[in-house]
């Protein structure tokens, strides 16, 4: 679905702007990507305000992104899916409450995951050269090791997650 949407507004920029420096197919992966994080954001937003979850939500979703762009993780083979899994992989991640030793495990759990796996499938999908990819992964264990100190357990819980989808078994 994600697609076919990003194909037609492409498609239309460029007949409205035939010059346009990039071709279709670049305006496509751009557009996909963008309402993949609009589709991502609007329905999880919309769940958490029926769930009264929203700032647990919000504090998943940045989280899980803010890990995600330096650690990367497996990508899944549609937008629509990602759009799917990522939307219940936030909204259940809300409904669970750590208490404090818990918290502490799972960020010491992804902290571990990150010097072992980090970075991970993000060649294809950064412009940062390899050889800065270990400043990513001491960034990202540098930034985790905060929430010791902050001991929020919908951080932990939502680091955990996207450190565990770093592990790639056929690797």
């Known amino acids: 679905?994600?697609?076919p949407i990003a194909l037609r507004m492409a498609q239309h920029i460029k007949s409205v702007v035939p010059n346009h420096p990039a071709?279709?197919?670049v305006l496509k992966h751009a557009l996909a990507v963008i309402l993949n994080i609009?589709?991502?954001t609007a329905s999880t937003i919309v769940i958490a305000l029926l769930t009264g979850k929203v700032g647990e939500v919000v504090t998943i979703m940045v989280a899980f992104a803010f890990l995600r762009q330096m650690t990367g993780g497996i990508h899944l083979?549609?937008?629509?899916g990602c759009v799917v899994v990522s939307t219940l992989l936030f909204t259940g991640l809300s409904f669970i409450n750590l208490d404090y030793k818990w918290t502490i495990g799972a960020t010491l759990v992804s902290m571990l995951l990150i010097l072992v796996f980090a970075p991970a499938g993000i060649e294809k999908q950064t412009r940062i050269p390899p050889r800065y990819f270990p400043l990513l992964k001491v960034g990202a264990f540098?930034?985790?090791s905060f929430n010791l100190w902050i001991a929020n357990p919908f951080i932990a819980i939502s680091i955990l997650a996207q450190t565990l989808s770093l592990?790639?078994?056929r690797r």
């Open 1 to 3: 679905m994600i697609e």
């Open 23 to 25: 071709s279709v197919a």
């Open 38 to 40: 609009f589709f991502i």
């Open 77 to 80: 083979k549609t937008g629509m």
């Open 142 to 144: 540098i930034a985790v």
């Open 167 to 169: 592990i790639n078994v």
